[in-house]
Structures are given as C-alpha cells and as structure tokens.
C-alpha cells in the first residue's frame, strides 16, 4: 500500500478536507489556510513518490481534479459565512474558479495530442532512422512532466490572494492572485499549442514504418529474437542479448511492449519494438532466415504466420517444470536445448515435439559462471540461497519459502562452523501468494537480525578501512554509470528526450558501452568488498547479478527452477527442497536437476551433508555426479555454447533458404505452365470432366 511515510501524507490528506470545511462553516481564515496547505503539501508529496495511494483515490471518485475543485468550493463557502458573498472578491473568485476549470479542458486535450502524436507506430534502439527522416526535439520536461498536476497547482495564487483579502478586508490580494492564475494558466495553453502542428510534430506512422523498412532493406538482418511480455519478464529477454551480440550473422531483436524496451539492457544489437501487430505483418523481414523465441505468448503468432524464415524455442531457462516441456513448443520449426537432458524431457512428456526437432546447442550465458575452487582455511564458506517464486497453480512444490524457507535460513545462520548466507529471492515472490510475500518479509528478517548480530560478535572481525574504500569506489563507479546510462537528451537543452527522441538518438556509442561494461564488472568486485566476507546479506534487484552470486558462493539451495541447471555449471555442491514432499526417490525420478544434488525436506534436516561437502572436498560424495549431471544437462563444454549456438543458427537458415528456393522454383514452373490457381491439394479439372456452370 506504501511506505509509512506516503500512508501518513495519505491520512493528512483525506483529514485535511473535513477541517477545511469545519474552518469555512466556523468560518476561520488561519485555521483554513493550516488545513489547505496540508492538503496541498500532502498530495504534491504523495504525487512526487507516485505513490499507489493517489492512483486509488481516483477509483473512489476522489481523483486529482475533483481534490482541487472540492478546495475551492470550501473556499467560496469561507466568504459566504464571513459575510463577503456581496463584495466583489466573492464574484471575482467564483469567475477565476470556473475560468480556470475552463482552461483545463483545452490543457488536457493538448497534451494528450502532444503525447499522441510524438508516439511512434515503432520504436527503435540501434536503427539509423533519423538519417532518413526528421523527428524534432522533445518539448522542454516541464510542460509535459505531470502536467495536470502543475496545471491545477496554478490556483494556489488565487486561494492564497483570497485569503489575504478574507484576513484583511481589501480586494486588491484576491484580484492580484486571481489575475496571476487565469494569466498563468492561459500562458500553459498557449505555450503548448506550438507542439501539435507543423515542424514541432513527428512524422506519420505510414512515413516511419516505410523509413523502418527502409533501414530493414539496407541492414539484411538475418536472425530475429522476437520476444514479447510484462514489465518484469524483462530478464527473459536480456539473458540473450550477449548472444546476440556474438551470433555470426547479422542479428536483430523485436519487442512488443514499450515496458520491455525501457526495461531492456543495453546492448549494440538493433533494436525495433512494434506494439501494433498489423505493423509487425506489414514489415519487411523478407531477409530473415532464423526466428528465435524466448516466451510461449500468444503475440508469437505475428511472427510465426511468417513461412520464409525458421522458427526456433530458445526459452530462457532450462529446468524440469512443466513450463520447459509446454505444448506450444509444437509450433515451432525446432526446439533448443541445453544438452541430452532437454531432449529427454519431451520424450518423456510427449506433448507433440518431434525428436528430430530438438537440437542440443548448450547455453552461453552460462560462460561468465566460475568452477569451483576449494575454500581457503580462514575464510567462511558461502551458501547462497535462491529459492524461486510460488507460481501460478498454487502447487507446493512450486517454491521451498513458503514450507521450508525460514527452516533453510535458520539452519544456516546457526551452522557450527559458521557460514554466510546470501538470500536472493525471485522477483516475482510475493506476486501471486500472499503466504510467500509474508515468508519472504521473514526470511528477509532473520537474515538481517543475523546479520546485525554477526556484526557485533568480537569473533567477526571486519576491515572497515578496506571497506570503506571499496564503498567509496562504489559511489564513484555508481556516479559514472549514472551519467553514461543516463536518458536521451530531447536536444537544446530541452532536458530529458520522450520516446521519439530515444529512436532519433538510440544509436549504441560503442565506446561508451564497452566503458560501461567495465565499470559494471568493477561495480561488482567493489559491492562485494563492501562489506565483510562473514556478512550474511539480502540482496534483491537486479544488480549484483545471480551469476555474480553463484561465483562467491561455494554452495547454493534452491528449488526446481533454472536456477539450478545454471549452477550446475560451476560444479559447486547444491541442494534441492523436496517441498511436496514426494521422497528422496520419487523427487530424484520426476526431476533431472536434482540427481546430484542433497534433497532437503521441509526441516531441511539434511543441511549438514551439503555443509560438510563445502568444508572438505574429500568428503564429497556427488562430485563425480555432478560432473556427469553437468555433461547430461548442459552438454559437453567443447565445442563452446556459444560455436555450438552459431552452427545451429547457420543449419536452420540453410533449411530456411532451402524452402524459400524450392518455392520459388515450383512458382517459376506453375508460371511458366500457366496452372491456374488452385489451393492446396485441389485438383485442376481436366477435359472431359464435369464442370458446373
């Protein structure tokens, strides 16, 4: 609902109206003036923190407009009780007031137009488009950034002249203010008109969809990754962008959702995002061999209606859920796979997915990952626990937090010898269960109590020169990245760019980008210096990264998820929650993942094999398994992933142009054979046969 602080503004607010009106009926002009400017300050502030509080107020009939307009008819009822119903003061605030409401129509209507026309049919990161055609600058941030807001905001000077006058008896400060913000407002009207005509106004949609195909036409992209989702599967999307930038042929990315596009990482890949389907139908992709898809969403049905380019399920994980052997996969022209295990899943489930359409490529995200090494005596070992979120089915076994969650945690923060805990939930935990969002909040709350308590124990010692230091490189680095990732600039100084500008000017600066690149890679050796190497932490967001987790973890629990066919990457112990309870045997059978890990019950009871493997190496039993689960799962680790990716990519489009060449040879003969059209399977009538009139 909020923090403490806007649910404080919020009750300031809706109190400050009912003392607004006992202050006019008593009548006070002090005490109207305290309750008015509560109101006033509650709600900027509340609108500053876009606050979730101010979006349900409008569902209740209580919305921005209607906040202010109820001011200023308390207003009116403070003259009427203090007897100046028949001054002029009392005539002039009622003709501001109605002229003021009158000029918010003519204001909203601009800038919704403005906002309008300035979206683009498409949007673009990486793609020369202001070459060839012109998109003009942004209008400056303060007529547009929460410009209702603003706008209403102009009647302070009329309520505050009006007081001036109730307190004092004279006319002059009520007419003074009344002029300033029937002036000020008609100045926003006009100063916005400017911006919906001529030159101040982006090209049409049918102009910029044929610059786009233009561009299309130049570059000849050859693979696509084509994704499509909410706001916070955003991540499904950026594991691939490295492998985009490495693919040996000419790469691009297509996006629906504008959200996915703010949310995107940066990348040097050309980026086009087409939320209107019948634009994407009519974009040339003629050039394309090779579609890959990393979601089962129903937009893949725009691209996939496509017959000149392959299709291919790349996923964005690769785990035993149901979601990794989905029917849908049928669709597709091929489905990629980690390694043997992917293959198998489908054998085993039989949804439909031919064998001879799976091709294991291995994963290349999984490259940044580091093997493990012993733990050096001294130092205390880490155990990252990274349970995953609860699902959209409600099944128990979805997530270990819920069940097992602060049982884990507890064990862990207790270890004799100690260890250190890194929790790193999933994102999405919490979204649909509100057991798991309060377990979450528990967990989140142990390890911080531990954590203090660590902190405070003399046996804990910490270098607080070096981390001070490694904080102060944290801030600089943070700074740095701050100005080079900052928005696009809307040009003469007009301050920060709108969504056309962002296309005009989206072209990667290379240098800038590998810069931040590698301020990104120290950030991260900065953050975890930051803080002692016996400090359990919480860490949430999407910085550091989980991969950088697993790499100064020596062991991890979690559950059925990706994330464990990840971390098996590093050949680091792992174990897995067995939170349905179906038994060590049944749980290992149902579940690749899991062959070598330590199957932990709801209790998690079993957590001293997984600790006693991470403090000596020797007494490890599921090394070697985890070497040949590694093999199984993600297949051999020569050739790389990354060679093993491209000679899929480069098979599938000689597939692809094989199609398009057979096609285009059986038109070239109907042609020339003058066979009329028929549709498919339909016999042309031969002479002698009966043809109905």
Same mark, same amino acid.
């Given at each position: 609902m909020g923090s403490p602080a806007e649910l404080a503004a919020a009750a300031l607010m809706i109190l400050g109206f009912p003392a607004l009106m006992l202050a006019a009926l008593v009548p006070s002009v002090p005490a109207f003036a305290a309750a008015a400017a509560v109101t006033y300050l509650a709600d900027h502030y509340l609108h500053r923190k876009g606050s979730y509080l101010v979006n349900r107020l409008s569902k209740v009939r209580a919305g921005l407009s209607i906040r202010f307009l109820i001011r200023q008819l308390l207003l009116i009822l403070l003259l009427a009780r203090l007897g100046l119903a028949n001054d002029l003061v009392y005539y002039g605030a009622i003709a501001c007031f109605i002229a003021f409401y009158g000029l918010q129509a003519p204001h909203g209507a601009l800038v919704t137009l403005i906002r309008n026309r300035r979206r683009m049919p498409v949007a673009t990161r990486n793609v020369d488009l202001a070459s060839r055609i012109r998109i003009p600058d942004a209008p400056p941030r303060g007529l547009l950034h929460r410009s209702a807001e603003k706008m209403l905001h102009l009647d302070l000077a009329a309520v505050l002249g009006i007081l001036v006058s109730?307190?004092?008896?004279?006319?002059?400060?009520?007419?003074?203010?009344?002029?300033?913000?029937?002036?000020?407002?008609?100045?926003?009207?006009l100063s916005l008109m400017p911006y919906v005509r001529g030159r101040k106004i982006p090209p049409n949609a049918e102009t910029v969809l044929a610059a786009v195909d233009d561009w299309l036409a130049e570059y000849r992209p050859e693979t696509v990754l084509y994704f499509s989702g909410s706001k916070d599967s955003a991540y499904q999307v950026n594991m691939w962008l490295e492998t985009m930038e490495n693919l040996d042929s000419k790469p691009l990315i297509i996006l629906r959702e504008r959200v996915i596009l703010n949310n995107l990482?940066?990348?040097?890949?050309?980026?086009?995002?087409?939320?209107?389907?019948?634009?994407?139908?009519?974009?040339?992709?003629?050039?394309?061999?090779?579609?890959?898809?990393?979601?089962?969403?129903?937009?893949?049905?725009?691209?996939?209606?496509?017959?000149?380019?392959?299709?291919?399920?790349?996923?964005?994980?690769?785990?035993?859920?149901?979601?990794? &052997?989905?029917?849908?996969?049928?669709?597709?022209?091929?489905?990629?796979?980690?390694?043997?295990?992917?293959?198998?899943?489908?054998?085993?489930?039989?949804?439909?997915?031919?064998?001879?359409?799976?091709?294991?490529?291995?994963?290349?995200?999984?490259?940044?990952?580091?093997?493990?090494?012993?733990?050096?005596?001294?130092?205390?070992?880490?155990?990252?626990?990274?349970?995953?979120?609860?699902?959209?089915?409600?099944?128990?076994?979805?997530?270990?937090?819920?069940?097992?969650?602060?049982?884990?945690?507890?064990?862990?923060?207790?270890?004799?010898?100690?260890?250190?805990?890194?929790?790193?939930?999933?994102?999405?935990?919490?979204?649909?269960?509100?057991?798991?969002?309060?377990?979450?909040?528990?967990?989140?709350?142990?390890?911080?109590?531990?954590?203090?308590?660590?902190?405070?124990?003399?046996?804990?010692?910490?270098?607080?020169?070096?981390?001070?230091?490694?904080?102060?490189?944290?801030?600089?680095?943070?700074?740095?990245?701050?100005?080079?990732?900052?928005?696009?600039?809307?040009?003469?100084?007009?301050?920060?760019?709108?969504?056309?500008?962002?296309?005009?000017?989206?072209?990667?600066?290379?240098?800038?980008?590998?810069?931040?690149?590698?301020?990104?890679?120290?950030?991260?050796?900065?953050?975890?210096?930051?803080?002692?190497?016996?400090?359990?932490?919480?860490?949430?967001?999407?910085?550091?990264?989980?991969?950088?987790?697993?790499?100064?973890?020596?062991?991890?629990?979690?559950?059925?998820?990706?994330?464990?066919?990840?971390?098996?990457?590093?050949?680091?112990?792992?174990?897995?929650?067995?939170?349905?309870?179906?038994? &060590?045997?049944?749980?290992?059978?149902?579940?690749?993942?899991?062959?070598?890990?330590?199957?932990?019950?709801?209790?998690?009871?079993?957590?001293?094999?997984?600790?006693?493997?991470?403090?000596?190496?020797?007494?490890?039993?599921?090394?070697?398994?985890?070497?040949?689960l590694k093999r199984y799962l993600l297949g051999p680790d020569e050739p790389t992933s990354i060679e093993q990716f491209n000679t899929a990519v480069a098979n599938l489009a000689i597939k692809a142009e094989t199609r398009n060449v057979g096609q285009e040879s059986r038109l070239a003969a109907g042609a020339t054979e003058a066979v009329p059209a028929t549709v498919p399977g339909q016999r042309v009538a031969a002479a002698g046969d009966d043809v109905p009139a």
């Open positions: 109730a307190a004092l008896g004279s006319a002059v400060a009520g007419f003074v203010g009344i002029g300033l913000t029937v002036g000020l407002g008609c100045l926003y009207v990482a940066p990348t040097t890949v050309p980026v086009i995002c087409v939320p209107g389907g019948v634009h994407l139908m009519n974009m040339d992709l003629s050039n394309v061999r090779v579609a890959l898809y990393a979601a089962n969403v129903g937009k893949n049905i725009h691209l996939l209606r496509v017959p000149t380019m392959k299709h291919v399920f790349i996923g964005h994980g690769d785990s035993d859920k149901l979601a990794s &052997v989905n029917p849908y996969s049928k669709v597709y022209d091929e489905v990629w796979t980690a390694g043997r295990a992917g293959r198998d899943r489908y054998a085993i489930a039989d949804v439909g997915v031919r064998d001879e359409d799976i091709v294991e490529v291995g994963r290349p995200q999984l490259a940044p990952i580091q093997s493990r090494q012993d733990v050096p005596e001294g130092r205390i070992p880490t155990v990252l626990y990274a349970p995953t979120w609860e699902g959209w089915d409600g099944n128990p076994g979805n997530t270990s937090i819920v069940l097992a969650g602060e049982n884990i945690v507890n064990r862990l923060i207790t270890a004799d010898p100690p260890v250190r805990v890194l929790y790193k939930p999933h994102p999405f935990t919490g979204t649909v269960s509100k057991e798991a969002g309060a377990a979450h909040k528990r967990i989140t709350a142990l390890v911080e109590q531990a954590a203090a308590e660590r902190a405070a124990d003399p046996r804990f010692q910490a270098d607080t020169a070096a981390q001070a230091a490694a904080k102060a490189e944290l801030a600089r680095i943070e700074a740095r990245l701050a100005e080079l990732s900052g928005k696009v600039k809307g040009g003469k100084g007009n301050g920060v760019g709108d969504e056309a500008v962002a296309t005009r000017d989206g072209l990667v600066d290379l240098a800038r980008h590998q810069e931040i690149a590698r301020l990104r890679a120290e950030w991260n050796d900065a953050y975890w210096r930051s803080f002692g190497g016996h400090e359990h932490r919480v860490i949430t967001g999407a910085e550091p990264r989980l991969y950088d987790c697993f790499n100064v973890s020596d062991a991890m629990v979690s559950d059925i998820s990706s994330v464990v066919s990840d971390f098996i990457a590093s050949g680091k112990p792992y174990a897995v929650t067995d939170s349905a309870e179906l038994g &060590v045997e049944e749980f290992k059978r149902q579940n690749t993942a899991v062959r070598a890990a330590t199957i932990l019950s709801n209790s998690a009871a079993e957590l001293g094999e997984l600790l006693d493997a991470v403090r000596d190496p020797s007494a490890d039993p599921l090394a070697e398994d985890r070497k040949d």
